[in-house]
């Protein structure tokens, strides 16, 4: 098989597989043993995760929500700036402390709330469902993840002791 030309986009698979083996061998990577109970992907959640990046976006959403209540609504300017920013503050704070459990029935409030801005926008009733059912899927499908990766791990930990 011939090398690429060093021009082409593609690589081939046997320059690949070099590269890798480079990596594994260099002292610089830290590669962990699936036994190793510090391995991180042990502790990985895809449930934070998931419920980080909707947390994150519905940040955004919600700070693009205080022009609109500014010019749509009677309500006054700090008022609106309190809801708007308040709400989408709210948000990026719960999406760093996922790492703890009550940060989740929080966010659940926070959920409660957002769709409760509907009463000054109406729109917002539609929007805050949209965002509470990108929550509760996350939040209820990384719960699912999690107990099944920790059964995958308990497994694993079991057939490697039994020989």
């Known amino acids: 098989m011939t090398e690429p030309h060093p021009e082409s986009p593609r690589e ?13 061998a260099d002292p610089e990577v ?3 043993d699936p036994d190793d109970p510090e391995n991180p992907e042990r502790h990985k959640s895809p449930r934070r995760g998931m419920c980080a990046a909707v947390l994150f976006l519905e940040a955004i959403a919600l700070g693009l929500v205080t022009p609109v209540l500014i010019q749509l609504t009677d309500v006054g300017v700090t008022t609106a700036v309190v809801i708007g920013v308040g709400l989408s503050v709210a ?4 999406s760093g402390l996922l ?7 929080a966010s659940w409030v926070l959920q409660v709330l957002v769709v409760a801005t509907g009463f000054l926008v ?4 539609f929007l805050g469902a949209v965002f509470a059912a990108l929550w509760a899927g996350a939040d209820l499908l990384g719960r699912k993840i999690d107990r099944e990766r920790t059964a995958a791990w308990a497994a694993y930990d079991a057939s490697r002791a039994d020989g």
Do not use: D, G, H
């Not at 046997?14 to 990596?23: L, P, T």
């Open 12 to 24: 081939s698979r046997r320059e690949r597989a070099r590269r890798r083996r480079e990596a594994i």
């Open 99 to 105: 790492r703890k459990e009550w940060a989740y029935t």
């Open 91 to 94: 948000c990026l704070l719960l």
């Open 30 to 32: 830290v590669v962990y």
């Open 122 to 125: 109406p729109a917002m009733f």
